[in-house]
């Protein structure tokens, strides 16, 4: 099997002229570097630059600023189809007049592989993606998942360095989603074929990716592991993009040997945490719903239930105390501990796990 390749972007930005609305500006000085084999997702708000830095890994859009890199040589003036990829488009973009071996054979073609090449080279893309005795059959006798398949099998029968998906599995449903998901993190880890993955699925980028570069208007804000992304978002932005965030506004009372005692609604609340906080000023914590217990009995913070969803295996609450309406998520709550909408209950925050964003 051919090394992973490594991919570096190095201050890339695409400019696009409009008439009427001016220079459009997607991706915005940009810098990424993808570790040989790694599976890296680009998730963003829809417009934030995605498919553009995507296209452009691929040789499809030329940066109007910038580097590309594969394995530390120059690649940003090599065309794409001598870049080595394997690009799975949102829509399939299969021939439909085509039959499923001559779709996935296409790259081998015009890479003029001798017909015993082409014939093994199918064969084995069809069996890894699991649609063996399939070659014969036309497009448009496949169900939605089976032409995704057949667009996988496409994509890795030429044995790419590089493995490209934007969006690859929005036309499918829920189910089938989180089935195809699954195949294509573990194909992609059998090939070890350094991969980035476009998607606006915060839970899909999760489940499926070693790191996530979340996007914002042509950047990248924050990069990581899902865990990493999760418990430290660097902002409010990132905080409310990967899963649900409280941000609780306080003001800093103390602050020693790695605790922080905030006033928060009139309050002491005291947290440990590794940020400065300076005595005095105003800080925004982010607290996930899952983080804050709720009890009956009289604790440091009244609250009232303005609204539950039961949905069996949680709860989900809106909680007022104060001028604040907080999130909250009660796993497998008992008949004792499931509140109603109206009751008054006690809110205890976290005291620790909790990210200051000063
Ligand atoms: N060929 C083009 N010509 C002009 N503007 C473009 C072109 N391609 C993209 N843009 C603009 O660049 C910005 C980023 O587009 P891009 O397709 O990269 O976003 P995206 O993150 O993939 O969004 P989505 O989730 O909707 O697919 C948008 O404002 C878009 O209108
Ligand atoms: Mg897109």
Redesign the pocket.
Do not use: L
């Given at each position: 099997m051919a090394k992973s390749l490594e991919i570096r972007l190095r201050g890339i930005s695409a400019t696009?002229q409009?008439e009427s609305r001016g220079d459009?500006t997607?991706v915005k000085d940009l810098d990424l570097i993808i570790q040989p084999g790694e599976f890296l997702t680009l998730l963003?708000a829809?417009?934030?630059?995605?498919?553009?830095t995507l296209r452009m890994i691929a040789g499809f859009q030329q940066p109007s600023a910038g580097e590309i890199l594969f394995d530390g040589a120059n690649v940003t003036n090599v065309p794409a189809n001598r870049r080595d990829i394997g690009f799975v488009f949102q829509n399939y973009a299969l021939f439909p007049h085509l039959s499923v071996f001559e779709n996935v054979a296409y790259g081998l073609r015009i890479k003029r592989q001798n017909a015993a090449k082409i014939d093994a080279g199918v064969e084995q893309g069809l069996r890894q993606v699991g649609l063996q005795g399939l070659g014969g059959r036309m497009i448009s006798e496949l169900s939605g998942g089976q032409q995704q398949r057949v667009a996988l099998a496409r994509a890795i029968a030429i044995k790419p360095r590089v493995l490209l998906f934007d969006?690859p599995l929005s036309n499918l449903d829920a189910k089938l989603r989180v089935e195809m998901r699954s195949e294509i993190s573990r194909l992609q880890e059998e090939l070890a074929i350094t991969t980035v993955y476009?998607t606006?699925d915060q839970e899909e980028a999760m489940a499926i990716s070693d790191r996530i570069a979340i996007m914002n208007e042509g950047r990248i804000v924050q990069i990581g592991k899902a865990e990493e992304l999760y418990r430290k978002p660097v902002s409010r932005f990132v905080a409310g993009f990967l899963g649900n965030a409280n941000l609780v506004r306080g003001t800093a009372l103390a602050a020693d040997g790695g605790r922080v005692t905030l006033d928060i609604v009139g309050h002491r609340w005291t947290v440990a945490t590794d940020a400065t906080v300076t005595i005095g000023s105003v800080v925004d914590a982010v607290v996930r719903p899952e983080a804050i217990s709720l009890s009956r009995s009289d604790g440091a913070l009244p609250g009232i239930v303005e609204g539950r969803v039961f949905l069996g295996e949680k709860a989900e609450y809106r909680i007022r105390t104060g001028d604040l309406e907080l999130l909250v998520v009660q796993w497998n709550p008992t008949a004792g501990e499931l509140l109603a909408a109206g009751d008054t209950c006690s809110v205890n925050l976290p005291a620790a796990g909790v990210q200051l964003l000063v």
């Open positions: 696009f409009h459009i997607a963003g829809s417009g934030c630059g995605k498919t553009t969006e476009v606006h």
